[in-house]
């Protein structure tokens, strides 16, 4: 039980996770895994990023339920030398493999200055800010990034080549927050196009195109269409780094053979995913080089402001001090995401 009094005001994050885990022990999840998963899912609501939260639960655990994923498996470390390693996930809960990773990762470049783990046997591991700013917590740079199914068109293509694969950056600084980044490489994560969909809104004619090749502003037309590039060839070809690093590197499917979680399907999806962290006290005193992050931040919110512009932000800002307003008030869920939460308290017996 999560002791949840209504999803629809404010919700605590801690009574949001005890939702989140008393849904995935049903499902069969073991406790220790439930709680990292809440853990990730709901820092990504406090964020804001509703996208890529708690929303995703349901959609997981019908994963769970339909085979997909293993709710007893333990990620394992198969490949192993000082500074990378090779996670076979064995199709676990992605986002403990994904941590476990990570965690490695961070303990490799407390060694050696610089560490690379990759992860096979996964599926969708939600925001990739998460993990890239559990280096940033251990005052070291780190970065993340995973591959999907095909659903962005390239320059020249018609239809779905590649994925929107996400990447991301947390780098720590002194008495600033942290400045990090989470992106898709397509014009915007292709769960925003989904979400406007639910809400019955219009999307930007920049988001995707229809089956036709023609830019659309009608989110219906998702389904037979294709996500178009950030920055046209750029992210084009920032998508191709993240697959090699992520899939083709780490020996997991690699674009048509990566299977949608989100859809009906019998096979596992097969993502890969990529951590990297750098640890500063590599090249300077840890201290010496935040100070000089914070040097950096303050040089770029003091640039002089275009006309009807009040402030300048960092990249992660925005989602910094939404945190600190949803820890203080708690967490306002967007109609979308309340309506999956119950339904998925409905599917798996929880009470709210």
């Known amino acids: 039980m999560s002791g949840l009094e209504s999803l629809d005001k404010p919700v605590p994050p801690e009574k949001l996770e005890e939702l989140c885990v008393a849904a995935m022990l049903k499902a069969g999840l073991k406790k220790k895994h439930a709680e990292?998963?809440?853990?990730?899912?709901?820092?990504?609501d406090l964020w804001g990023v509703f996208t890529h939260g708690t929303k995703q639960l349901r959609g997981l655990l019908k994963n769970i339920r339909d085979g997909r994923l293993d709710p007893k498996a333990e990620?394992?470390?198969?490949?192993?030398?000082?500074?990378?390693?090779?996670?076979?996930?064995?199709?676990?809960?992605?986002?403990?493999?994904?941590?476990?990773?990570?965690?490695?990762?961070?303990?490799?470049?407390?060694?050696?200055?610089?560490?690379?783990v990759g992860v096979t046997h996964s599926g969708h591991?939600?925001?990739?800010g998460y993990y890239a700013n559990m280096a940033a917590e251990n005052d070291?740079?780190?970065?993340?990034?995973?591959?999907?199914?095909?659903?962005?068109?390239?320059?020249?293509?018609?239809?779905?080549?590649l994925g929107t694969n996400p990447i991301a950056y947390a780098i720590p600084a002194g008495e600033?927050?942290?400045?990090?980044?989470?992106?898709?490489?397509?014009?915007?994560?292709?769960?925003?196009?989904?979400?406007?969909?639910?809400?019955?809104?219009?999307?930007p004619p920049t988001w995707f195109v229809d089956a036709d090749g023609n830019p659309s502003t009608d989110p219906s037309k998702i389904d037979d269409g294709a996500m178009l590039p950030m920055a046209g060839h750029k992210g084009y070809g920032i998508a191709v780094?993240?697959?090699?690093?992520?899939?083709?590197?780490?020996?997991?499917?690699?674009?048509?053979?990566?299977?949608?979680?989100?859809?009906?399907?019998?096979?596992?999806?097969?993502?890969?995913?990529?951590f990297m962290v750098i640890n500063p006290s590599v090249f300077m005193p840890v201290e010496e080089f935040k100070t000089r992050v914070d040097a950096m931040i303050r040089e770029i919110k003091?640039?002089?402001?275009?006309?009807?512009?009040?402030?300048?932000?960092?990249?992660?800002?925005?989602?910094?001090?939404?945190?600190?307003?949803?820890?203080?008030?708690?967490?306002?869920?967007?109609?979308?995401?309340?309506a999956n939460l119950k339904l998925m308290a409905e599917e798996w017996g929880v009470e709210l």
């Open 241 to 274: 780094l993240i697959e090699v690093l992520s899939a083709v590197l780490t020996g997991s499917a690699v674009m048509s053979e990566v299977k949608s979680w989100a859809l009906d399907l019998p096979e596992p999806s097969n993502q890969g995913h990529a």
């Open 302 to 338: 003091s640039a002089p402001k275009a006309l009807g512009a009040t402030r300048i932000y960092l990249p992660g800002e925005m989602e910094w001090e939404r945190r600190e307003k949803f820890l203080k008030n708690g967490i306002e869920l967007p109609s979308d995401v309340v």
């Open 36 to 44: 990292i998963t809440a853990r990730v899912l709901v820092s990504t």
């Open 75 to 116: 990620p394992e470390v198969v490949r192993d030398v000082p500074a990378a390693a090779l996670v076979d996930g064995h199709f676990a809960m992605p986002m403990v493999s994904s941590t476990r990773a990570m965690n490695l990762a961070i303990e490799k470049a407390r060694e050696l200055g610089t560490a690379f």
């Open 125 to 128: 591991f939600g925001a990739a």
């Open 176 to 203: 600033e927050p942290t400045v990090f980044l989470d992106i898709a490489t397509s014009a915007v994560a292709v769960s925003k196009v989904f979400a406007a969909r639910a809400r019955g809104e219009e999307v």
């Open 140 to 161: 070291m740079i780190g970065l993340s990034m995973c591959n999907v199914e095909p659903f962005m068109t390239v320059p020249g293509a018609k239809g779905r080549v």
